[in-house]
């Protein structure tokens, strides 16, 4: 029979770290910490196999689960020398909610389980002190109701809020035992009011009430959207932890706060987090107060005269700052930690690995292997590839000038422009159009994660470093000032007052989170640093990778650019790309629309040394780097003159009749352009174009070599072939060329040709086309185009339905499927080698910058992947993680 029920205090637990998909992260390390000897008050893990069952079974419980929790609960009496519900010897619990995966804000925690009108009484005898009975009381109706009962939190903020301005009161703490009281009698009637039923006085009742909301709340919106975000699978379920109370909010000697054992946001090798005195649970995320530092040196920093916890419980502290350094040791990573003082005595009540910028998860990787804590492939396997795209974005040019609206607290790097606006739908609504928004709110909840997803950057006015803004948006990488005092947000009329002025809704501003300003208008930016700890990792990523990282460039801008990122050389220059330029277009268009091979050759030759010095540049900028030039390939309507202008301005340039130029024009008009006339298919009806861009490309060859003293290597692409025949028949021409132009020029070139696999059939004929291609590009988009049948650029139409009943999990252009098209470049790869055991092979899609996509490829053993010039940094730590995993 299965266990559902694990217990952890007293020293030892039943489970440990290892066992986080049975009792969530959460319980998992409570467990550990347990084990490792910690102050953890005692409590079990109810696992998330029985959420499983929970859901299996119409949402009931397996019967024998009601024994195991009381012989649980028993277990904690015995720790704490209490029992649950005795009023003579009162235990309270908290319930806590803990997936596998961590999922800040999605699950509501209910602390104070237990209390009633009669225990109540009791917890103040106890502990000789009415008001945090009360306090304690009001807050466990409030989170219960919330939670279990359905009734928003909003009716007991009001309450109280009305209350304390009726006495004149500013903080919560300002309230006595009786007002406290008082505020509880209202509580219980608003409850009955609102619900009709009493607020629960049976703590079995409330105990077996949250337990079954934190099940039932697995399946709620919040935590659908979140795991759809970010790719939980809902069958994995979430565990519940019950356990043993203790309390921060009994008076000055007692706090509670939470800590990163390294700075989160720049990965600083210091301790970093916030406290209350007399507070309990979220209070400090909450921002009810303003939180104070944990350090002395953190509070000078800062400029805050509140006194830190170093200074106002040095025990604890110290017994804290142990702690911090045992777990991040024993765990080998930065620790986000939650902790609760009740009268000078410390409690762990979490430890998980801390979330963080890339910024500072680079650093926090290369000092940790620097310490010798991890190794360098384990610093290495930390990263996340897609994460760097954070660093390679742009920060305030440091010269221009700053309109500074207002100042908050700097919660998340990066620097973001945008257009105002106040709600997170209107946010997802103008990034469908295209438009940049920041998105300003008083502060965030998990109801925002799809609008701070849709927007540049988070301004919030509340909240500080811990605030639900500022953990989100520093997971996504997304720029976040919090905690903006000064501006003020108007929700309904849709301004945001600063220092005097109004800002409408649309009104563009600047957010700076490395220092928390907030300008108007848009501001300069510059490019991101690449060296310090991104250089390091870099470099240990590229003395463990494999696989080549090449870019896709057409460009010299983009080509250097790639280069700056670390590419080794060109894996796709597109050479289509090169013909639209406004002083090329014509004669392309001519080349297209002469109906003889004469006047093709007219227009070839003026293009001719455009093209050659578009490569003399690339090859010069890849100097001794191998460059693959694709010949011409897309549909030939992509260049068509379109209306009466651009025929006429044609037809003059060639000195044709208009009229006869539009006939030619509609003529090759296509019905299914992307499977016509393009590709090799161009090179067989018209050989000079091809025979124009090889020479193009020899000619550059010869030239950048001599200049550079370093021989250019070309490597021929031939574009979308299918049979042999076809690859053939143009390789033949090229090697007449190239034949030429070594003669020409008496300068051998070395250069190879090949095929882009990019057709079911040539990756099936792999074999044959081998026999004569020296080396193979899977072309994996316009693989997956014909894989699936499915057109790329009108995909989008049904793929999000696909997505959203199920149908696939991941846009196969973004991440190659594996199991199909993946099938077909296995194929051609086992294929290819069979016949040319030395054949070079890459990848050349969209998903040569793709994470997952590269793990694939180097299982394949491909010898490079080629990406977009920003993808090169992210394609090299994908691909120095893939051989890490291989082994
Ligand atoms: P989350 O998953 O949202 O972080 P937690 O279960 O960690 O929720 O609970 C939130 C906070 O509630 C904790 O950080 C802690 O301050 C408080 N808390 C939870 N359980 C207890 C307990 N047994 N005693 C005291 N405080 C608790
Ligand atoms: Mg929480
Ligand atoms: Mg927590």
Not at 510 to 536: H, K, R, Y
Request: charged share 25%.
């Amino acid at each position: 029979m299965a266990k559902w029920v694990f217990a952890f205090g007293g020293g030892s637990a039943e489970g440990g770290a290892g066992d986080r998909n049975l009792l969530g992260g959460k319980g998992a390390n409570l467990a550990e910490m347990c084990s490792l000897g910690l102050p953890v008050p005692p409590g079990f893990t109810i696992t998330t196999e029985l959420c499983t069952h929970y859901y299996a079974n119409d949402r009931t419980y397996p019967e024998e689960l009601e024994a195991e929790v009381d012989r649980a609960l028993a277990k904690v009496g015995e720790v704490t020398g209490r029992r649950f519900g005795d009023p003579d010897n009162l235990l309270l619990v908290s319930v806590r909610s803990g997936a596998r995966a961590s999922m800040p804000g999605m699950m509501d925690t209910v602390l104070n389980l237990g209390l009633n009108d009669e225990t109540v009484e009791a917890l103040a005898r106890d502990s000789g002190d009415r008001r945090f009975a009360y306090d304690s009381y009001r807050r466990f109706i409030q989170m219960y109701c919330d939670v279990v009962m359905g009734l928003d939190h909003e009716n007991f903020e009001e309450i109280l809020e009305d209350g304390k301005a009726g006495l004149g009161y500013e903080f919560d703490t300002d309230l006595s035992a009786e007002d406290w009281s008082r505020i509880v009698d209202l509580y219980k009637a608003k409850v009955l009011e609102e619900l009709d039923t009493p607020f629960p006085q049976d703590p079995r009742e409330q105990l077996w009430g949250a337990i079954g909301a934190v099940f039932s709340s697995w399946m709620n919106h919040r935590a659908i959207t979140y795991r759809r975000l970010h790719n939980i699978p809902e069958s994995w379920g979430t565990a519940v932890n019950v356990q043993a109370m203790v309390f921060g909010n009994m008076g000055d000697d007692s706090a509670t706060g939470v800590a990163f054992t390294r700075n989160p946001s720049t990965g600083e090798k210091k301790l970093y987090g916030e406290f209350l005195v007399n507070a309990q649970g979220e209070d400090v995320v909450a921002g009810i107060r303003t939180p104070q530092s944990l350090t002395e040196e953190a509070r000078v920093a800062a400029g805050s005269d509140k006194p830190s916890l170093q200074k106002v419980l040095p025990d604890a502290f110290a017994d804290f700052v142990r702690i911090a350094d045992t777990l991040e040791g024993h765990y080998r990573d930065m620790q986000d930690l939650e902790f609760t003082i009740e009268r000078g005595k410390l409690w762990m009540l979490q430890t998980r690995a801390g979330k963080r910028t890339a910024k500072a998860a680079l650093k926090i990787a290369v000092e940790m292997a620097e310490e010798g804590l991890i190794t360098r492939e384990e610093a290495v396997a930390r990263i996340d590839p897609a994460s760097l795209d954070q660093l390679l974005h742009p920060t305030i040019d440091p010269e221009a000038s700053r309109d500074v609206i207002g100042i908050g607290l700097p919660a998340s790097p990066g620097a973001a422009t945008g257009e105002i606006v106040f709600s997170s739908d209107e946010a997802e609504e103008l990034k469908a159009h295209g438009r940049k928004v920041i998105l300003v709110r008083v502060e965030t909840s998990p109801e925002d994660i799809h609008g701070m997803h849709a927007a540049e950057g988070i301004l919030t006015t509340r909240g500080g470093m811990t605030s639900h803004a500022a953990v989100v948006a520093r997971g996504m990488g997304k720029p976040c000032v919090s905690g903006t005092g000064s501006l003020r947000v108007d929700y309904k009329k849709q301004t945001m007052q600063a220092l005097g002025r109004t800002f409408n809704k649309g009104d563009v501003i600047t957010i700076d989170g490395a220092n928390g300003q907030v300008l108007a208008g848009a501001v300069a930016m510059l490019q991101p640093e690449l060296s310090g700890d991104f250089a390091s990792i870099m470099e240990w990523a590229d003395a463990i990778r494999q696989m080549k990282v090449r870019t896709n460039a057409e460009t010299p801008a983009d080509a250097r650019m790639a280069r700056s990122f670390g590419a080794e050389g060109i894996g796709l220059c597109r050479t289509e790309h090169m013909f639209f330029d406004d002083d090329r277009i014509v004669a392309v268009r001519e080349m297209i629309l002469a109906d003889t091979e004469e006047g093709r050759r007219a227009a070839l030759a003026k293009l001719l040394p455009m093209q050659r010095s578009d490569f003399v540049e690339l090859f010069e900028i890849m100097a001794g780097m191998p460059v693959t030039i694709r010949l011409l390939d897309p549909p030939l309507h992509e260049f068509l003159p379109k209306g009466e202008e651009e025929i006429a301005e044609v037809a003059a340039a060639m000195g044709v009749p208009a009229d006869t130029l539009r006939q030619r024009t509609e003529s090759l008009h296509e019905l299914n352009p992307m499977l016509g006339h393009r590709g090799c298919r161009l090179a067989i009806s018209y050989p000079e174009i091809a025979e124009m861009q090889a020479r193009a490309i020899f000619e550059a060859a010869v030239e950048a070599g001599q200049r550079t003293g370093r021989p250019a290597e070309p490597e021929i692409m031939v574009p979308l072939v299918g049979v042999i025949e076809e690859f053939e028949f143009v390789k033949a021409r090229i090697d007449q060329v190239a034949k030429a132009v070594m003669e020409e020029s008496g300068v051998e070139i070395a250069y190879l040709c090949g095929t882009m696999i990019e057709l079911p059939r040539a990756a099936l004929r792999a074999g044959d086309i081998a026999a004569s291609a020296a080396f193979f590009s899977f072309g994996t988009n316009d693989l997956t185009q014909t894989a699936f049948g499915i057109s790329r650029d009108d995909a989008a139409l049904f793929l999000e339905a696909y997505r959203q009943k199920g149908i696939i999990e991941q846009d196969p252009f973004v991440t190659l499927d594996i199991d199909g098209v993946g099938e077909l470049v296995r194929i051609g790869v086992e294929r290819g080698r069979q016949a040319r055991p030395d054949i070079k092979l890459g990848i050349c899609g969209e998903h040569g910058g793709d994470p997952a996509s590269i793990g694939f490829c180097a299982e394949l053993g491909l010898d490079y992947v080629s990406c977009s010039p920003f993808r090169v940094p992210i394609a090299r730590l994908a691909a120095a993680q893939a051989a890490v995993a291989k082994g």
